[in-house]
């Protein structure tokens, strides 16, 4: 059976158990509450609640961290800064590890995905079934972050100087033609569409060459996506 | 009249009735709360609630799904993951397929809706009346996909390769030519627009085939729309 | 002088008068608090309030629909379809018509606005006056939503159907040209611009037929903006 | 010293002065509040709270309006039509008169800028130096806001009709050159970007007529700018 | 051992130390609390907490602040103008600096970013190799924010007027040809893209000048790039 305990942390009110503000010995919880001498020298509130005199809000993801050993924060959470605080405070090292590693391993940064596409025409009775056509989806942003996207899907032998990862490529490409994919790719890997551009091609005053079709060659398109990851 | 039960759950009290904390047999809660026997070992509070070491504000989640026996979340949820991690906690397996289920009903993705499209221009004393034109709405994605979104109003049959739901596709297209239509399938589907391009076309050093409307064609455009659901 | 009535929804606590929960007779907030004999069989939790076993959050909107008679949810209320499963178990007949009602009156839907412009050209000395023109503003979507937005300023007479609002159609147009009018009805009536194409038209080998202004039709373009209501 | 009140608003409780609820004469708070024979009248929950049967969390926005006699919501403040009904509950008609000035002061609406550019291209040494060029920037909307984001610098000579504020044009344009400046007039007072649209030009039979420079001429382009604000 | 101290802001209850409360001499917290006679003035509610008649939300970063010595607000805060009042208030005018000098360091504006590109074409076998090819990355916006963003990759030799950090220029560029970089180095100072546009070129009935690569000159483009900061 727990012993549980009440807390008092900047006028929010928790319980747990002691188990569970036990579970590092690195930590300042550790320091405080081992041992009942420990605990009886902390201070408590008229309610005889442990006071601990730091953000009360953000002590939930403190104990949820400590009670699961494992970082979940909520999608889009907005306070990772002062979370990252609360930690230091409290010398969670572990829960730093994680917060820290959580950017380290999704650092923040742009991939422009684009492609020169037109149509494919029929050349008989099928005259009307056009579809998208696209030869190739470049991929630009820097070195690193394409690879984790991509990963084998990354064509980057026109840019093979397998060092510096940081530093910025336009010369990679897909292994496939399927700009769905490659968006899937990015959305799963935390990137959102920030922007989109599309272009046409000038016309030309020369006929254009034998063997190119003509109605083909007239919709040449550039489009490209700009995903950012925050 | 309900047996009332007063609890603190992480620090957050919740009140509800035994009869909703028994719901379903297989249950962690069902464990600690069937029969008085079990609840005497529970740790209770200094006010004499029972207490349950886990986050207090998902709970409220954990208790209206045992009151509905349906899981109905806020739109935009952000803790999906986190109140998976309860649910496993307090072994909700009914509540974790739903949670599952939910994702895999409507896995996040993209898809791209294109048209090919100019105007129609009058002949006669309506020539003002010039109305967007387009002669076939295009579908990219994965098939699965496409095929939950469109139903019965997809064209397959330029890419019949009846298998592979999982494969991605950019020759499916519609058997109607209201784009609006499709943006609502699409938004009513879950997916939101992300991006979208334009297009024009080049002009020629020919002159245009016979049976071509001259100024019909100069306003070729190609319009696409890039839509993802989380 | 009101009498005061203490509430605990599964854990949040309310304060109201009864002259509150008895408003609407064929509720069950009025089955359970009509005649105090029907409030004495009523659970109370262990500080004497009456105890309800339902959601705590959205019980506020509950108390509100009753102290005003009317429906007025925060914006971007992400909790709708739970609020509508609290007002089903309450019986909340007539707030239930209004969640319903709310979305009837505007339903979902998506609306583009289309626009072929140029630009105007001055003849002589104010040659530098080059603002945009643009000949006619184009409506497609649901009929009946393009009515609901555009009102008196829409224009159908090209696809002069008068049944079936539910058909969609790309040939309304409105009566005035000015687009920002149009954005500011949309914007009113709840819809959100999703996208936005540009295009340019293409060149010919053609010479320009007389009358046609040589620069204004180089700066041809076709712009479209889709708007969407959740 | 100042006399505490304790108030149970719907179930939240509030502690304020007996002087920051009498600030205003005209309202509900005063009449039911000024002198103890008043208050004597007022119903009180069962721990001697002052009980109003309104909604508790919007009560925090009244009483902050009292206390500092201005209205200062939170940015992006989802419930202003709830505080309304609350304000006029109240009889608070200074805050009411603020939250309707605000809007009055702040109509929601909509603004498109565009311009038409191209590229200066050096003649010399210097070819390479080709910055973005642009004539004039055009603005379109309510004449009124108009002039609310641009003031000084808005140049309405070519639409000079004074009259009619709630009228639309399209021939006012700036009397600078900077589109960024423009951004961030209208980003101070309150719109958000909501679309962009960019064309080219098409290409034309004729030679460039003299003094034109033909390369700066094949990269004309509009690019538009759609702006709400809510 | 901490005097610990209760206070009841609004009706919301801190549990914090006089130390924190201490903290800063300038302050009216200090004022108030400073000297037991001090404190025995104070009001006090019924539950003997230290009464301030303030916002009782917001007074979790006042005491942030005090106890930590440094602001540390949650992303996308939406009360900041109501927190400077606050602080305002309790004379916290170091606080106030913070919250002050954060917008003065990172002011709100626009920066622009545009490319004229191509595609880079090969001459023989490798003729599928067509990679994005750009040839400079303009900057557009106020001088100072465009320096703060990409400090000494600016070139500005082609507008060194060094005066004037407020004027606006469209003639600065990048001395490096990586959009994705430009694009990282804004996000990291928190621009945001607001839009995107994209434009072609227009073809002409002249023949290409000798030297020119007739393919890369017909995907000429210029795409633009707009991000905000709030």
Known sequence: ??????????????????????????????????????????????????????????????????????????????ERQRLQR????????????????????????????????????????????????????????RVAQCREVFGDTLNESRDPDHGGPDRYTSRFFLKHCFIEQAFDNLHDHGYRMAGSCGSGTAGSAAEPKPGVDTEENRWNHYNEFVFIRD
Chains 1, 2, 3, 4, 5 share one sequence.
Do not use: W
């Open 1 to 78: 059976m727990p012993e549980i305990v009440e807390l008092n942390v900047g006028g929010v009110h928790y319980t747990t158990t002691l188990n569970t503000l036990l579970q590092d010995k690195t930590t300042l919880l550790h320091e405080l509450f081992a041992g009942p001498e420990g605990r009886d020298t902390l201070a408590k509130d008229s309610k005889g609640r442990y006071f601990l005199d730091r953000d009360g809000v953000l002590f939930r993801y403190i104990l949820d961290y400590l009670r699961d050993k494992a970082l979940q924060l909520p999608e889009g959470f907005r």
């Open 86 to 141: 609360e930690a230091e405070h409290f010398k969670l090292t572990a829960m730093l590890d994680c917060i820290k590693g959580d950017r380290d391993a999704r650092p923040p940064g742009c991939i422009t995905i684009g492609y020169r596409g037109s149509f494919q025409f029929g050349k008989d009775g099928l005259a009307d079934v056009k579809f998208r056509k696209l030869s190739r989806i470049l991929v630009c942003g």
